[in-house]
């Protein structure tokens, strides 16, 4: 018989505002670990973002029913969206364009999203690569 293992759980949770109401509060309480402990620390450690810049965390959860987390960069759509100022991108991303972004800015997400833990050893071209690639997706040219 093996051991039980650690649970995995992502959640994204605005930057200051975690609190235990749904999705944290049945996600973390689901297996066993008290939610509010969570909220207090995420918040603690999310202090210096701005409010409501969604954070996408993950929680470790072991079968002692304690739990670490580790915080990532904001989504490289929601950058590119506040870069741009605009809502959401475009449900046509091919025939409806939502804006146009620089390579400086295309330069400036990458290097923001080398931070992330997950990304540590990405060089800076593949990242900025990837950002290219959602930008496209979301029906923002970029341009020189």
């Given at each position: 018989m093996s051991a039980p293992k650690a649970s995995l759980v992502k959640l994204v949770v605005p930057a200051g505002k975690a609190a235990p109401t749904p999705p944290?509060?049945?996600?973390?309480?689901?297996?066993?670990?008290?939610?509010?402990?969570?909220?207090?620390?995420?918040?603690?450690?999310?202090?210096?973002?701005?409010?409501?810049?969604?954070?996408?965390?993950?929680?470790?959860?072991?079968?002692?029913?304690?739990?670490?987390?580790?915080?990532?960069t904001p989504p490289t759509s929601w950058l590119i969206c506040k870069t741009l100022d605009i809502e959401k991108g475009s449900s046509s991303p091919k025939h409806d364009i939502k804006g146009q972004l620089s390579l400086k800015h295309v330069y400036e997400i990458a290097k923001l999203k080398s931070t992330d833990p997950t990304l540590k050893g990405t060089d800076l071209k593949s990242l900025c690569k990837s950002v290219i690639g959602t930008a496209k997706s979301m029906g923002v040219q970029v341009v020189l």
């Amino acid at each position: 018989m093996s051991a039980p293992k650690a649970s995995l759980v992502k959640l994204v949770v605005p930057a200051g505002k975690a609190a235990p109401t749904p999705p944290i509060g049945p996600a973390l309480g689901a297996r066993g670990v008290k939610s509010i402990d969570f909220c207090k620390e995420f918040n603690a450690r999310t202090v210096g973002y701005v409010p409501t810049v969604p954070i996408p965390c993950r929680v470790t959860v072991t079968p002692q029913r304690t739990f670490s987390f580790t915080i990532h960069t904001p989504p490289t759509s929601w950058l590119i969206c506040k870069t741009l100022d605009i809502e959401k991108g475009s449900s046509s991303p091919k025939h409806d364009i939502k804006g146009q972004l620089s390579l400086k800015h295309v330069y400036e997400i990458a290097k923001l999203k080398s931070t992330d833990p997950t990304l540590k050893g990405t060089d800076l071209k593949s990242l900025c690569k990837s950002v290219i690639g959602t930008a496209k997706s979301m029906g923002v040219q970029v341009v020189l």
